[in-house]
């Protein structure tokens, strides 16, 4: 099938390059003629794990272009895909320009009858919208699917090409059926391809992003409430998890949820909800525990110190908001950082993908090491931010060796308080017992 995708970031550009790689034509469009051009010449913007690989292969074999021309992407194609940005507003709700310019422009250019599959995600209603733009602008048949990505960052081309459902907004049988038919070779293993309306599709996806980040949200809670009456949060969960009417998938304790989904989506819904006339509140809570547990290394470090950081230099391990991606938005390293930073203290930084990111966002404030070890060198102590692979089984003698004092704040609950303690260190988890040597 011949597919144009409008839109070359994270969402947009591993849709496009799957396609592409299950023997579909694709075109992919952007604004950016730099990152166009970049992607031309197999420079991809993003870290994802397998994203260039695949690339690579399908522009190779013809299957996948990279142009700025809509026009010809949209006259190219049966099926148009818009997956452009829709950042938060002040007020919380989705900014939802750029969706509309594309649908405007897309229906200005289109010489025949289309499929636009809405592929951003979007509040409930905006297919009303988009649809309505699309027909003041071109005299066509035109289709509206709402089709929301559930991709997880870092996993993404695996979460695509082996989905455990698809889910397809159409009020048109022939328009689900061109969608159903795209999915069709992702599906093979026994993945349902749900069909719904389309207002029914765009909520599924905010309640699934909101219904998550409640779950991180209440288990961090829980892991708070465990310091304080001497539980293992990490026991905790196993017992709570262990119930197959709750599972055990995101109850770990740490320093809260980031990244350019759970923060949004959350602030979206209460936004949507509220212009309904329904106060959230539980989602707020949620929002405002996320938004606290982002602190609690930091609220750790001044209670370590009696509240003096000044002069004092940190080793910070981990900047993404999440292993396997070099994705800082809302990450609470950020937020770390800067408090660290207005307390007068030196930070060194390491992270396996997201150092060119962190200079973006901190210039020359802050040291950075290619190096793990190297971010530790006369530290007064180690702060995990972020459960890299590579941090898990580390030199634990030459992390002693480097740091002032063996000291380690860890927000991840990577290793073990009881080993730990038994290797000299004192400890700081979240939600678990703390190694303290003095």
Not at 73 to 78: F, G, I, M, N, S
Request: glycine share 8%; net charge negative.
């Amino acid at each position: 099938m011949r597919i144009c995708v409008v839109g070359t970031g994270y969402v947009g550009l591993v849709a496009g390059t799957c396609f592409a790689d299950s023997g579909n034509d694709v075109i992919c469009v952007d604004i950016d003629e730099a990152k166009v051009e970049a992607l031309r010449q197999g420079r991809v913007p993003i870290y994802e794990p397998g994203l260039e690989e695949l690339i690579k292969r399908s522009v190779e074999e013809g299957r996948l272009t990279f142009t700025t021309d809509l026009a010809t992407a949209v006259r190219h194609a049966l099926v148009c895909f818009i997956a452009v940005g829709t950042p938060q507003g002040e007020d919380g709700a989705s900014d939802l320009r750029a969706v509309f310019k594309v649908a405007e422009d897309v229906g200005r250019v289109m010489d025949g009858y289309r499929v636009v599959v809405i592929k951003s995600t979007v509040p409930v209603g905006t297919h009303v919208q988009v649809r309505d733009i699309l027909t003041r602008s071109t005299k066509f048949p035109v289709d509206v699917v709402s089709n929301p990505e559930f991709m997880k960052e870092g996993a993404a081309i695996e979460d695509f090409l082996k989905p455990d459902r698809v889910v397809i907004g159409a009020s048109d049988e022939r328009a689900a059926e061109i969608v159903k038919d795209l999915y069709a070779p992702f599906c093979r293993a026994g993945a349902p391809i749900l069909v719904m309306d389309n207002a029914s599709a765009e909520m599924t996806k905010y309640a699934s992003n909101a219904l998550l980040a409640t779950k991180i949200s209440f288990m961090n809670e829980v892991a708070n409430l465990c310091e304080r009456v001497g539980a293992d949060v990490s026991l905790v969960r196993q017992g709570v998890g262990l119930d197959t009417r709750i599972g055990l998938s995101f109850l770990y304790a740490g320093l809260g949820y980031g990244g350019s989904c759970f923060p949004k989506d959350v602030r979206a819904i209460i936004h949507t909800a509220g212009d309904h006339g329904i106060d959230f509140s539980l989602l707020r809570a949620v929002d405002d525990v996320n938004n606290r547990q982002k602190r609690r290394l930091f609220e750790k470090l001044q209670g370590f110190y009696n509240g003096s950081l000044k002069g004092r230099t940190f080793g910070v391990w981990g900047l993404s908001f999440k292993p396997r991606t070099d994705d800082m938005r809302e990450a609470p390293s950020i937020g770390l950082i800067e408090d660290l930073l207005r307390s007068g203290c030196s930070v060194r930084v390491h992270d396996p993908e997201a150092m060119d990111v962190a200079r973006s966002i901190f210039a020359d404030k802050i040291t950075y090491h290619r190096q793990n070890y190297e971010a530790l060198d006369g530290a007064d102590a180690l702060l995990v931010v972020t459960e890299w692979n590579e941090f898990r089984r580390p030199d634990f003698d030459r992390i002693k060796r480097l740091l002032k004092e063996p000291v380690i704040f860890d927000g991840r609950n990577i290793w073990e308080p009881k080993t730990m303690r038994e290797l000299g260190f004192t400890y700081f988890p979240i939600g678990r017992p703390s190694a303290v040597q003095r």
